[in-house]
């Protein structure tokens, strides 16, 4: 395994300074039962990783209205929680986790464990998916539920998690929801990272990390790989290469030899790591805070370019779970804002400070989360851009979850996980079916080995 940074986890990354540590990307565990059977088939287990259930998930927070809303797997405390914005809306919510549930069986469980390699794989699927009304958008999916704005948006953000903007990606991904209500929201003492750490430990007990050593070159003979070669020249001969970078800058890598369009690439994330001295209770261990004109919000981010007018933000605050994360008495918050990829004309040596100055304003101001004093408690402080984004991972114009998980961008019309242009390649990771997430590219990574053990077997 070739890995061009200096350790592994990719956007699972940590950042360890003063006492503080930060997941730099994923947060939230859900189908923690993948890992389960990750480490079963290595003929381990998981107990290394110590696993916590939160209940609740996470907090919504909205910047037009003072309640609160605590989402959980608890069916009663839900019932409670919609009630309090519409009696109405809590009479359909079993109804919405029954269509929810006959979505997450067959179009995330059933079909995001097989490769779509054939059209006629996805032509199968579609009568089943239209039945089940999984392929009008999220937003359609979930308002032909629940009628309250807010409501709605409790219901519909979980898109965004993986790069899907609610308005427009299929209703297949409204299941997100119902996974986490399902199978739950987890966290591993000492974060996502301590996760990579037991993953890393897996593949180096029977396999070799070469970190530090970037690709820059996919060697071809005949249409058939024949190797890599690293940006320091060394070639390294293989019968297959599996790719887990991202998927349009691996095209480049093949000097030509697959002409397929590049993607609509999903959003970028502007990330604020801070470690304070004091402790924020008005903080969930997640929270989400949703701004004003939040459809807005959306669209300017995803189609126009731009940056939101209000924004919406997502915050990690582990200490709640884990207080060694931060020292006595303090808080490690990540804070995430979807911002537009580098498509966009915006100026980030320009613009960092800008949106530095509306993440702050978000969260200290009384309309927003109420963190009065955050400024001045800050001792430490670290941001990411989209920069970041495409200069250590080598994302396509610094995209942070892959391709848009767009109709026409998922399953067969995914860049498959075994290439139909260059034999030998196999792709693993976000941009390949079934999608970005960790469920996702664990569930794609089981995809993509039977795949290759099926040619492996072929040759004998
Ligand atoms: C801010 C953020 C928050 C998220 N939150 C969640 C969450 O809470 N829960 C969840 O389930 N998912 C979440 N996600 C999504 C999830 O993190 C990703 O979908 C997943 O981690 C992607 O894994 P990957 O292996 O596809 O890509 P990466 O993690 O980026 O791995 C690709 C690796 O390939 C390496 N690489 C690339 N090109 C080369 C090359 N040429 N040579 C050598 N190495 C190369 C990169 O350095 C990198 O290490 C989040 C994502 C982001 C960005």
Redesign the pocket.
Known sequence: M????PG?????GQIREQGFTFD???????MPQLLDELFQVAGTTAAQLRMHRLEPFYSIRWRDDPRSFAFSSDQEAMLEEIGRFSATDASRYLAFLDHSRAIYEKAILAAGRRPFLSVLDVVGLVPEMVRLGALRSVEHFVASFFREAHVRQAFSFHPL??GGDPFRVPAVYAALAYLQIDSGVWYSEGGVYALVKALAQLVGAGGRIRLG????RVLLNSGRVSGVRTIEGEILPADVVVS???VV?TRR?LAGADPRRDERLSMS?F?LYLGTRRQFPQLAHHTLLVGHDYPGFIRAVTRRGQLGASASLYLHAPVRTEPAMAPAGGDAISV?LPVPNLSSQLDWEQAEAMVREMVLEAMEAESGLGLSGLRDSIVMERVWTPID?RD????ARGN???PEPTLLQSAYFRQPNRSRRVAGLYH????THPG??????LLGAEVTSRLVLEEVASWR
């Not at 070739?2 to 940074?5: A, D, F, I, P």
Request: proline fraction near 6%; charge should be neutral; charged fraction near 10%.
């Open positions: 070739l890995e061009s940074q592994p986890g990719g956007r699972a730099t990307g994923p947060s939230l565990i859900t998690f993986i050593t970037r690709v820059d887990n970078g991202d800058a890598l994330c990330l995430l984004f250590r991972l080598g994302a942070a979850f892959g693993v990771g976000q941009g970005a997430g960790i469920p996702g590219v």
